[in-house]
């Protein structure tokens, strides 16, 4: 399996641009996470779905940030407007089984720079 | 709310040393503890821990959880500069949500 798939790896934006990134989990993954990571807070949690279904949003910073997941093998985390402050690493991961099996597989992330 | 906690932030060794990282959890209806190590890319599954006292290991690299007290050890023996890493941990709860603690840098010098 090619693993969890991001992209862009590298995205450098204006503020108040539209920024969306991309995220395949492993085929067969009923889970999936987006995480945001920076040197000030580590690895934050943002939404987390399971089943396509948004479960827990509540790391969701504000109106800005969206998160989609049409279908079992696509989501998408979007931005808009962007600013300075969400400049940082972001990560999704996917897992399968049920509640507490816990391993999670990270994608190689998206580092976004908003200038 | 979850809460994990990692020690020491950071930490340089020599090669040959041995080291220990701590991890202290206050997750509600906690399920497992992860260990994950995070070179230049994405975080990489080390190890997970369920039950207390029970060692898991892989090759130099061993932990351990324990229940009553609420943390977990990760130890490396025998230190390489290809154990220079962030070492993270995370709690998870019943929800399968994990909370991430702040990570500890290791650095090993030839």
Known sequence: DAGVIQSPRHEVTEMGQEVTLRCKPISGHNSLFWYRQTMMRGLELLIYFNNNVPIDDSGMPEDRFSAKMPNASFSTLKIQPSEPRDSAVYFCASSSGGPGTGELFFGEGSRLTVL | ?110
């Open chain 2, 1 to 110: 709310e979850d809460k994990v906690v990692q020690s020491p932030l950071s930490l340089v060794v020599h090669e040959g040393d041995t080291v220990t990282l701590n991890c202290s959890y206050e997750v509600t209806n906690f399920r497992s503890l992860l260990w994950y190590k995070q070179e230049k890319k994405a975080p990489t599954f080390l190890f997970m821990l369920t039950s207390s006292g029970i060692e898991k290991k892989s090759g130099r690299l061993s932990s351990i959880l324990d229940k009553k007290e609420l943390f977990s050890i990760l130890n490396i023996t025998a230190t390489q500069t290809g154990d220079s890493a962030v070492y993270l941990c995370a709690g998870v709860n019943a929800g399968n949500m994990l909370t991430f603690g702040g990570g500890t840098r290791l650095m090993v010098k030839p």
